[in-house]
């Protein structure tokens, strides 16, 4: 069975009254209809780049370097984001938080690589010729509209429950067992019959009943938990208790929903729609293992999750300045020498719009962390070196170097650059223009391929020495 229909069968399991679950369920930006409109056009603009991306890789087959692409980190960042909104007034902590975050990044990209991988075969017409690009998108959009409007509307609402539980959670294990815990419904004519079976049960925390019944028990679970005192409510006999929860979750014969968000620290379980069985008991999953010392599986979905969670690890801050954005690597040290000079940088080209990417210096990168950042290099004669910053969809050097020639200095600026990317960004020297111009050409004539060259003023500001033009 497909995923697609694989889903669907999930979906109308919890909604066994509708033909068609998915339209039926509400909004997913709390009724604002305008909000939801807005976050489809978004992601309908970066399917379709994701779907160029994967049209231009070539190949008998979708390889996982395609989660390298710009394009495809694009889609996820921003379906991950979307997903990260859905709590970000939900008081927890710092550390929860960011958990929950590398959760629903991790769940994006899974996600994502499904896409591509069922819009794969459509490439290919009936005669086994490729199609043109036009056609295969066209062929492929109601994959967009079925994973990034039908599904993403049960997605988001069960990431807002979970996050929410497990906000609670947190607040929970403060106190420990001085209170017991009590699963409540909603007590409307909403609330599924197995799960309003379940309202009352009291146990306390540490009980395992927890771990596998606490909400949210299904797709738009509303149930919750709430503290009380033992000498009011006294506790249910654990039997009684599994065997409620056992009853209550009948439907999930698959037991994905077997969950506590706040215990695991994550929005969504690790065995979903998305994965397969075995990643339920995973260490890759559950974090007891260092992915880069292990043997890549043969399972490609399971290969992907290695690299998604390797990639999770290295998940970046993001600061909104300007009309863009600035992304730290949390690799990068704050107190390099060369750091306030790239956030300058940086600030510089947000403030124009550009999405800007700070990454790591790495010395000798195990393969899958190099991949994380750098994937998107592979192909060109840059893979394998560590350029300073990503503006866009390119890669830029910057070169700081202090010497009393500064012929010497925009020499050695140069030459080390372009070790790096054919993109440079250099403090400027003391000469002028004309000067730098006439090397810069010179190097070209020579053979060089230089691309940009930038001059970084002392104010902060950029001045363009050189680009290349299509003429």
Known sequence: MGLHQRYARILSRA????????PALPVFIAGRKDQEDEIRKKLSALFEGMMKAAYNSGGAELSIDILSDPHVRDFINTHSEILDSSFERTPMSDAMRRRLQRSDWIFSGMKTFHELNEAFPSMLDENGDRKP???????????????????????????????????KWEGFMQDGDRYNLQYRTQKDDKVRPEH???????????????????????????CTVVQVRKSKYPATPHEEAMRLGDEALQRD?????????????????????????RCRDCDIAKGKSKLTRMTPPDNQLCRVCQYLHECGELKSEIIPWGKGTIEISDLVNRKDNDFDRLIQVARYFASQGEEVFLSPK???????????????????????KCPDLRIGEHWYEHEGFISS?????????????????????????????????????????KGENIQEVWLREKDGELTLLYKKTDG
Not at 259 to 274: H, S
Not at 362 to 384: A, E, Q, V
Request: neutral net charge; contains cysteine.
């Open 15 to 22: 909604y066994p009254s509708e033909a068609v679950p998915a």
């Open 133 to 167: 690009f036009e056609r295969f998108l066209n062929d492929v959009r109601s994959i967009d509209q079925t994973y990034n409007s039908n599904y993403l509307r049960a997605e988001y609402n069960f990431v807002i429950a979970s996050a929410e539980m497990a906000a």
């Open 196 to 222: 309003a079976a379940l309202d009352g049960v009291t146990l306390p925390p540490s009980d395992p009943f927890w771990a596998e019944f606490y909400p949210p028990n299904g797709w738009n679970c509303r």
């Open 253 to 277: 014969s698959k037991g994905i929903f077997r969950f506590n968000p706040g215990l695991e620290q994550k929005t969504v379980p690790d065995y979903n729609p998305y994965t397969i069985r």
């Open 362 to 384: 790495m010395t000798r990168p195990s393969r899958f962390d190099y991949d994380c950042i750098y994937g998107s290099l592979k192909g060109t004669i840059y893979y394998g």
């Open 405 to 445: 020639n500064p012929k010497n200095a925009f020499r050695n600026m140069m030459g080390h650059g372009l070790i790096q990317s054919d993109r440079l960004i250099i403090d400027r020297p003391d000469l002028t223009e004309r000067y730098m111009l006439r090397s810069v050409l010179g190097r070209i004539e």
